[in-house]
């Protein structure tokens, strides 16, 4: 029998609980933007049909998880639980378990008997954030539960019966994982009775300022800064800028800068944002590199492999038009072995007719 691990801390949480950085209610700044507004009509009107499947799209930290919670709290279910499974934070292998609970002796370490989330939810809803990391065979599963609203214990025979209201979450493209085998096509249809699109940052950007002063406002206070205002400047610094990490990059931008910096009015300078993000922030691969080098590291991350690809493509490019595209010379001045150069080439489509990288995901 397999030896089951812990569940890795805060892969699951009650409605109260949010992990550090992670958009909650209390961040809510009621938007203005047309997209947004058509997302709040979705989630009021999918409020008043009890069971009605929702799955809700968009890029991480645009708020998925406040809108399902939003979506509950207007239910007819409020009084009753919300449970949040992060099905990318728990090893497929405890999902199962987690998620339908399991019988004594199921497995190894199963001393007793353990109701799963689902029976904790029962009555209330149950929120599968990340969905499309689930495997098949507990996609199955759950396909039973969104039909007949029953399923067995892990180890068990008795069907269980719950009364819950699923809703799902997911920054991937489930048609896509569709077409190519890794999501069934029966379960993508039950989840996407009603499909809710949460718009990322940069298509709203009328929530961009209401958004800071609330953060501003908000950190101030919990760290005891002086910080009362945001200057012309800043606004336009924090307006122009991309925001590839949302609500939740613009919420640890905040955050950061209130517990470090000082002052009355925020200025430009306290905002130490990611080059790549920048407006112009489509510089060349030397810029790019030159900005991570000598600057701090964004708190997003670095995006490692598309920058080091770029760079190759770059680096065999320039040294290809060097030698007018003789190979030969180009692994000389490149100091690669040519078999090593022709993989490069072939893996990145260069060509000598003009057409340079023909593959995308590289930005």
């Given at each position: 029998?397999?030896?089951?691990?812990?569940?890795?801390?805060?892969?699951?949480?009650?409605?109260?609980?949010?992990?550090?950085?992670?958009?909650?209610?209390?961040?809510?700044?009621?938007?203005?933007?047309?997209?947004?507004?058509?997302?709040?009509?979705?989630?009021?009107?999918v409020a008043r049909g009890d069971n009605t499947s929702v799955l809700i799209?968009?890029?991480?930290?645009?708020?998925?998880?406040?809108?399902?919670?939003?979506?509950?709290?207007?239910?007819?279910?409020?009084?009753?639980?919300?449970?949040?499974?992060?099905?990318?934070?728990?090893?497929?292998?405890?999902?199962?378990?987690?998620?339908?609970?399991?019988?004594?002796?199921?497995?190894?370490?199963?001393?007793?008997?353990?109701?799963?989330?689902?029976?904790?939810?029962?009555?209330?809803?149950?929120?599968?954030?990340e969905i499309g990391e689930t495997n098949p065979m507990l996609q199955v599963?759950?396909?039973?539960?969104?039909?007949?609203?029953?399923?067995?214990?892990?180890?068990?025979?008795?069907?269980?019966?719950?009364?819950?209201?699923?809703?799902?979450?997911?920054?991937?493209?489930?048609?896509?994982?569709?077409?190519?085998?890794?999501?069934?096509?029966?379960?993508?249809?039950?989840?996407?009775?009603?499909?809710?699109?949460?718009?990322?940052?940069?298509?709203?950007?009328?929530?961009?300022?209401?958004?800071?002063?609330?953060?501003?406002?908000?950190?101030?206070?919990?760290?005891?800064?002086?910080?009362?205002?945001?200057?012309?400047?800043?606004?336009?610094?924090?307006?122009?800028?991309?925001?590839?990490?949302?609500?939740?990059?613009?919420?640890?931008?905040?955050?950061?800068?209130?517990?470090?910096?000082?002052?009355?009015?925020?200025?430009?300078?306290?905002?130490?944002?990611?080059?790549?993000?920048?407006?112009?922030?489509?510089?060349?691969?030397?810029?790019?590199?030159?900005?991570?080098?000598?600057?701090?590291?964004?708190?997003?991350?670095?995006?490692?492999?598309?920058?080091?690809?770029?760079?190759?493509?770059?680096?065999?490019?320039?040294?290809?038009?060097?030698t007018k595209w003789n190979q030969s010379r180009t692994a000389e001045l490149?100091?690669?072995?040519?078999?090593?150069?022709?993989?490069?080439?072939?893996?990145?489509?260069?060509?000598?007719?003009?057409?340079?990288?023909?593959?995308?995901?590289?930005?």
């Open positions: 029998m397999p030896i089951r691990q812990p569940i890795p801390e805060a892969a699951t949480r009650p409605q109260d609980a949010a992990p550090p950085g992670a958009f909650r209610p209390q961040d809510h700044v009621r938007s203005v933007a047309p997209s947004m507004r058509a997302a709040y009509a979705i989630a009021e009107q799209a968009g890029e991480s930290g645009t708020g998925k998880e406040y809108f399902a919670n939003l979506i509950h709290g207007m239910s007819a279910r409020r009084d009753q639980p919300f449970v949040e499974i992060h099905c990318a934070a728990i090893p497929s292998e405890l999902l199962e378990s987690e998620l339908f609970g399991h019988e004594k002796g199921a497995f190894t370490d199963a001393r007793a008997q353990k109701p799963g989330l689902l029976e904790l939810a029962d009555g209330g809803t149950v929120f599968l954030d599963k759950l396909l039973r539960v969104l039909e007949r609203r029953t399923f067995k214990r892990v180890g068990g025979t008795k069907d269980i019966s719950v009364n819950v209201r699923v809703m799902s979450a997911t920054n991937q493209d489930l048609e896509c994982l569709m077409h190519s085998g890794r999501f069934r096509e029966d379960l993508y249809y039950r989840l996407k009775v009603v499909p809710l699109y949460v718009p990322p940052l940069r298509e709203r950007r009328e929530d961009i300022l209401p958004l800071s002063l609330l953060f501003m406002e908000r950190f101030s206070r919990q760290f005891k800064k002086p910080f009362r205002s945001v200057s012309p400047g800043a606004e336009r610094v924090l307006s122009e800028y991309r925001w590839p990490g949302n609500i939740r990059e613009l919420r640890n931008l905040f955050e950061r800068t209130m517990l470090l910096e000082t002052g009355e009015a925020l200025e430009p300078h306290h905002l130490k944002l990611s080059p790549r993000a920048r407006p112009g922030g489509e510089s060349t691969i030397g810029q790019r590199v030159d900005a991570y080098l000598n600057a701090s590291l964004p708190p997003e991350g670095v995006p490692f492999e598309p920058l080091i690809e770029e760079l190759e493509c770059a680096l065999i490019l320039r040294a290809s038009y060097a490149l100091n690669l072995k040519r078999d090593k150069l022709r993989y490069r080439m072939k893996l990145y489509h260069l060509r000598p007719d003009g057409g340079e990288v023909a593959r995308t995901g590289t930005e």
